[in-house]
């Protein structure tokens, strides 16, 4: 009988660690066996992913996987957080935000759950004048408030300060951010904005309101115009600097420029890239701050990827934004705004506004996301990432400050290349389903009835633009809705299944969900003739197909089809065209969607 040790954790004490070189060796065997014959590294190659930046994802990060010390929590290089006690104390602040004036909707945001408010004025937002009827009922020395006014936030700064004399606010008691960007601006609308009334408001802050910022870098238009984590985070790098020029030479000192910063970054689904992301944005700008002669710790405001969110299917979103809202979090953000899961639909109603609200609350208040400091610490994985994504993001700086700066980069269009070439990429990978989106590209489900919202503001344009992940299918189903809406039906295809059940589904699966995505309705029931269908897909086995393929697509251009896919690869003779794992699904709809005359 074999006696365990008395406290009963050391149950491996007797077995041998494995080394490096035998899971390699027990991978190049599994890779055989698929017809792939690498060795040694190269077999832990092809398990790797490619990532964006140059960077890749391996399938194992071991102790020999190095990275720089990142430190101690509230320490320089702040990776591991920007204060000592992380998000301890409360967790993280739960910003809401507003573009439309509705009655109590701040009010009621504050009284369940939100810690604090992010308001839209002006362009893309509500009037300025609305201000003081948004904040009613608020109490302004306990809420801090964010501005985003655009070409406005002088005039809502004035405001929004009145508002705090008339109340009784002491400017100690002041919390918040003016949100003044104007590179950010520019990037949003093509439009130059004289940096000198920032200035004067971030003299202003420094000397009068402690706790209050006067602008804020925004990273979202770099997200949302198709750009890179690397490329987000050197254009904010750039942008920083820039401020912090502007700030010098209008009289601030480097400490009051730096403490002037606030940063806004997208976290998206992908969360240890958004977790690598906000760390090493900390350390990037511990570097310049060190430089400039005021160390200090970056100001997080982390926001949930607007490009991911879809329009069909809204619900999915929720999803999203949880895992991204986690990523943020675990990442060390200052402050979270959770976009509501029918953001991309119009004006959130509050059933939506209250989902977002609770997202954050769930995983501060039941998933004690909160409690642990930097999570992620000390993960091989997380490091190693940081670390890499850090120096792209530093060469991107370095190209931006080679060719003049942030303002020159945008004014000359090379940064709108630079972003344009990285979303082309993805879009490549998006239309070829390597990056599923659930209720899109995957699981589409033509007979949801959509979500219908008010319309929001439209948002400033005239500059960088604006993209999602889903905009190239988003034009696919709208042709097939309107298909719908002049004829009664959706375009149809038939699938022509061969064999038995165990031979056909994989295909008539996949076959289903990839027409689908495009709004085409697949039938499966009776035959062709009675499918309403102009066009066929085979599905079965490479087997059957071999025996039956010919044949089978005789009989339906006897029936009337004008076009026959295959799903799967091969060479047959009576096939049009393949659709498999890996081809261009959008050029595919596209052209199917053309042949049926479906506009």
Known sequence: MTVLPDDGLPLAAEFPDTTHEQWQRLVEGVLRKSGKEVSGSAAEDALSTTLEDGLRTRPLYTARDDAPDPGLPGFAPYVRGSRPEGNTAGGWDVRQRHTALADGAALADLENGGTSLWLVL???GFPVEGLGRALEGVYLDLAPVVLDAGRDTERAAEALLRLYA??????TAVRGNLGGDPLGYEARTGTALDFAPYAALAARCAERYPGLRALTVDALPYHEAGGSAAQELGASLATGVACLRELTEAGLSVEQATGQLEFR??????QFLTVAKLRAARRLWARVAEVSGAPGAQV???VTSPVMMSRRDPWVNMLRTTVATLAAGVGGADSVTVLPFDHALGLPDAFARRIAR????????ESHLARVIDPAGGSWYVERLTDELARAAWEFFRSIERDGGQAAVLRSGRLRTDLATTWAERSKKLAKRREPITGVSEFPLLAEKPVEREPAPEPPSGGLPRVRRDEAYEELRARSDAHLAATGSRPRIFLATLGSAAEYTARATFAANLFQAGGIEPVTEGGFEASGAT??????SDALYAEQAEQTAESLRAAGARHVFLAGRGDHAGIDSYVFAGCDAIDVLSATLDRMGVS
């Open 265 to 270: 970054y997208a976290a998206t689904a992908d």
């Open 535 to 540: 066009e066929a897909v085979l599905c079965s």
């Open 358 to 365: 609770n997202t954050s609350t769930i995983l501060i208040e």
């Open 300 to 302: 997080q405001h982390a």
């Open 166 to 171: 008339d109340k009784g606010v002491d400017a």
């Open 122 to 124: 002006g362009e893309g």
